[in-house]
Structures are given as C-alpha cells and as structure tokens.
C-alpha cells in the first residue's frame, strides 16, 4: 500500500497515546507535531463503557488537544445504528451508557442485543435475558470484542469474554461495531473525505488496531507500547507496515509517508 500520500492520521488512544494511567513520553508532542504536519487527524478508542464528552475530559487530563468530533467510538456507531433502526434494544452496558443510549426496552420483544462494558450491571439474570432475546431472533451487537485491557493496577476481563458467552450458548455470531470492523475504519476516513488508502493506522494492538487497519486498505504503524509484548509473545506482531517505539517517533515517520 504505497504510492498515494498519508493525508490523515487514525490514531488509536489506550497503549499508543496513554497506557496504565500515564500520557507516553513524547505523546503530547507528538499530536502537535502531527497538527503542524497539516494531516487529519481522528482518535479512535473502543472504550465501551463511557461517553465521547467524558473520554474527551479524560484526555484534556492527559494533556492532549483533541475536539470531541475528532473522537471515534463503538458507542457512536451503536447510536446511530439504533436509532436509524428504530430499535427495542435489551442492553448491557455500564450505568453510564444506560443513561444515554437510545432505543432502551424494558421488556421483550427485542430486535437487538447490545453488549458492551458491562462490569457495574453483569450477573447471570442478564447474560440469560440477553441470551433468550438473540434466541428469539434479536441481532446479536457488541461494542467491542477485544480480549482483555490494562490498567494501573494489572489487566482486566474485557467485552469479548461476554459476547462469547451469549454466541457461544445462542449459536449466533455477533455484529462487531468498534475495532477491527472494517466498518468502523471506513467511517473515520469518510468523516475526512478521504480514501482509505490516504489514512494510516497508530495503534499498539496487533489485533484491532493493525488488523483492522489493514483490513480497511490503510497503512498501519504498530507501536511498541500498551499489548505490543504480550502481544510479542503470542506471536501476534510483524503485521504492520511499520513499527516504531512508540507514538513519539511518529511524526519523522510520517514526514516520510506525507511526502510520498
């Protein structure tokens, strides 16, 4: 995938700009650097369990200058699919998305089921309401699908164990909407008029960030910061284009692609 220049940057958020509750050395400077460099810029992120205005206010925190509109999350995708479906959607999701999603039903018929972070609202009752609804012919959706996440504190069960709980008793197979849909990629370039080909993609995560990527025809830069090692170890990395240290080594490298 070269010949045609870089003219937007798809940034990845946890393990790229921030990881285990630190901005990474060089990051706030990196997205300035980038700013000056005159490519788009999106920050994708499929954290699930909080609203764009609040992970805008947590990375004001971190120092980092981003729009809420520059902001790509599987919460917004889920958003406007439903309510472009006019949905009865039985979630679960955190209390926080509870409060704002639209297309809630109390009770059944469902035509979807929605799973995304669900730490504060999982026990059985849920997982089987959600399990007889997909049964019963609601579509199976889920935020995100990724494996596990770090914090400060060591790593944590993340979305996908509990959508593959619900497939793997409903036999059905869920709808991703966050990464690595190719979906979800595709957007983000469209939201900057640009093809998919002008757009590269900044993630540490091998298997939403660099494949999802790839998948939608972009370039991607793999970071050596948040999963890469664990990721390392499973054998799981060598698929970007490029790798680099971490996000701090990005703007060289991009003076390369922008000028291709």
Same mark, same amino acid.
């Given at each position: 995938? #070269?010949?045609?220049?870089?003219?937007?940057?798809? @940034? =990845?958020?946890?393990?790229?700009?921030?990881?285990?509750?630190?901005?990474?050395?060089?990051?706030?400077?990196?997205?300035?650097?980038?700013?000056?460099?005159?490519?788009?810029?999106?920050?994708?992120?499929?954290?699930?369990?909080?609203?764009?205005?609040?992970?805008?206010?947590?990375?004001?925190?971190?120092?980092? #200058?981003?729009?809420?509109?520059? !902001?790509?999350?599987?919460?917004?995708?889920?958003?406007?699919?439903?309510?472009?479906?006019?949905?009865?959607?039985?979630?679960?999701?955190?209390?926080? !998305?509870?409060? $704002?999603?639209?297309?809630?039903?109390?009770?059944?018929?469902?035509?979807?089921?929605?799973?995304?972070?669900?730490?504060?609202?999982?026990?059985?009752?849920?997982? =089987?309401?959600?399990?007889?609804?997909?049964?019963?012919?609601?579509?199976?959706?889920?935020?995100?699908?990724?494996?596990?996440?770090?914090?400060?504190?060591?790593?944590?069960?993340?979305?996908?164990?509990?959508?593959?709980?619900?497939?793997?008793?409903?036999?059905?197979?869920?709808?991703?909407?966050?990464?690595?849909?190719?979906?979800?990629?595709? @957007?983000?370039?469209?939201?900057?008029?640009?093809?998919?080909?002008?757009?590269?993609?900044?993630? =540490?995560?091998?298997? #939403?960030?660099?494949?999802?990527?790839?998948?939608?025809?972009?370039?991607?830069?793999?970071?050596?910061?948040?999963?890469?090692?664990?990721?390392?170890?499973?054998?799981?990395?060598?698929?970007?284009?490029?790798?680099? =240290?971490?996000?701090?080594?990005?703007? #060289?490298?991009?003076?390369?692609?922008?000028? $291709?």
């Amino acid at each position: 995938m #070269t010949g045609t220049p870089v003219r937007a940057v798809l @940034l =990845d958020l946890e393990g790229t700009l921030y990881a285990r509750g630190a901005t990474v050395d060089g990051a706030v400077e990196a997205v300035a650097a980038l700013r000056g460099l005159g490519v788009g810029l999106r920050f994708l992120t499929n954290t699930d369990s909080k609203t764009a205005d609040r992970i805008h206010a947590e990375l004001v925190r971190y120092g980092l #200058t981003v729009a809420v509109d520059e !902001l790509f999350t599987p919460v917004v995708a889920a958003t406007q699919l439903l309510t472009a479906a006019g949905a009865r959607t039985r979630a679960m999701v955190s209390r926080e !998305l509870s409060a $704002v999603l639209p297309t809630l039903a109390d009770e059944p018929p469902y035509t979807h089921v929605l799973i995304g972070d669900c730490r504060d609202t999982l026990d059985y009752a849920a997982l =089987d309401s959600a399990f007889r609804a997909v049964r019963d012919g609601a579509e199976l959706l889920a935020l995100q699908t990724g494996r596990y996440f770090k914090r400060a504190d060591g790593d944590h069960l993340d979305t996908g164990a509990v959508v593959a709980a619900v497939e793997y008793a409903s036999g059905a197979r869920a709808r991703v909407l966050g990464k690595p849909a190719t979906d979800f990629f595709e @957007l983000a370039a469209r939201s900057l008029e640009l093809p998919a080909d002008a757009c590269v993609v900044v993630g =540490d995560d091998a298997t #939403t960030d660099i494949s999802g990527g790839r998948a939608a025809g972009m370039r991607t830069v793999q970071v050596r910061t948040g999963k890469y090692t664990d990721q390392r170890a499973e054998g799981l990395t060598g698929r970007a284009d490029h790798e680099i =240290d971490s996000v701090a080594s990005l703007p #060289t490298l991009l003076r390369e692609l922008v000028a $291709v």
